[in-house]
């Protein structure tokens, strides 16, 4: 059961470009909604996230859309650069008790063409 | 990465073999989580601790335990290893001011 449904799979961009990135919920008990960016040989690294009583943020180039009754969220790079060419993972998450735990989307393989 | 440690980096392994990913933290965080990593299923939670000895289960955690007995060290056992079980580890911890912070990953292969 994919709770957390991201599309693309891979995105190839001209570097400029805007980089979008969409990502599908089912659980609306979800609070926080992270982005990750991974390069290779690394672990994910928190890259921007939300909470849902907010429907953008934005963090320099990068930005999160947030549509609540859609429950649907998206990441949005602008003036996209090489250097951004890495693989990009949606998560949400709920307080389960005192821990949290992180669902994560499948991932988007981003490629910036210089 | 936040004072995240994992070992090995890299591991083959034989079918069938016990095998140990450890995981080691600096700054004394409560909680502690393990994951692994699949091409085409992201990151899926195996196991996650949330003190000394107290641990539980995450969506993929068959085939695998852990331990904590010590606040900085979260083990993760496969008690006879599979094929299936060649992927990518990641453990992670989570802190309120920060969120998640994962370490940079144990590469499995089990032949």
């Known amino acids: 059961q994919q709770q957390v449904k991201q599309s693309p799979q891979s995105l190839i961009v001209q570097k400029g470009g805007i980089s979008i990135i969409n990502c599908a919920y089912e659980n609306t008990a979800f609070d926080y909604f992270p982005w990750y960016q991974q390069f290779p040989g690394k672990g994910p690294a928190l890259l921007i996230a939300i909470r849902p009583d907010v429907s953008e943020k934005k963090e320099g180039r990068f930005t999160i859309s947030f549509n609540k009754s859609a429950k649907q969220f998206s990441l949005h790079i602008m003036d996209s650069q090489p250097g951004d060419s890495a693989t990009y993972f949606c998560?949400?998450?709920?307080?389960?008790?005192?821990?949290?735990?992180?669902?994560f989307g499948s991932g988007t393989q981003l490629t910036v063409l210089p | 990465d936040a004072g995240i440690t994992q070992s090995p980096r890299h591991k083959v392994t034989e079918t069938g073999t016990p095998v140990t990913l450890r995981c080691h933290q600096t700054e004394n965080h409560r909680y502690m989580y393990w994951y692994r990593q699949d091409p085409g299923h992201g990151l899926r939670l195996i196991h996650y601790s949330y003190g000394v000895k107290d641990t539980d289960k995450g969506e993929v955690s068959d085939g695998y335990s852990v331990s904590r007995s010590k606040t900085e060290d979260f083990l993760l056992t496969l008690e006879s290893a599979t094929s299936s079980q060649t992927s990518v580890y990641f453990c992670a911890i989570w802190a309120v001011n920060y969120g998640y912070t994962f370490g940079s990953g144990t590469r499995l292969t089990v032949v």
């Open positions: 998560a949400a998450s709920e307080s389960t008790g005192s821990a949290r735990q992180l669902t």
